[in-house]
């Protein structure tokens, strides 16, 4: 068993997960509004409060500002700069561990890149 094996993440930071690819695929662009905290709940089956706080993370990081009763809306510039902390999250905790586990079941890079072109 590796720590690759089982993803022990809150909820939230699941969902925070989610809605970054979502937004680094295109789906969000600046100046788009983010589903509600209900739409998104109930498209996931999360409970609506763990939303709302993976929707704070992104507010607390300014990628997002809050309309009062209108909704969330994405920030100029805030795809470019989601896309480099996640490079760097992916880069200091998650890359190691894949690292890691790459070395322990012995693959080779010819290997890795073969698979990626088959």
Known sequence: MTALDHDDSPVYLKLRATIAAAILRGEYRAGDQLP?????????GANPLTVAKAYQTFQD????EVRR??????????????RVAERER???GYWPRVRDHIALLGLSVEELLDRELA
């Open 36 to 44: 509600s905290v209900r739409a998104l709940a109930a498209e996931h």
């Open 61 to 64: 990081e300014d990628y997002v």
């Open 69 to 82: 009763g209108v909704g969330m809306f994405i920030l100029p510039g805030a795809v470019e700069r989601l």
């Open 90 to 92: 992916f880069l200091t």
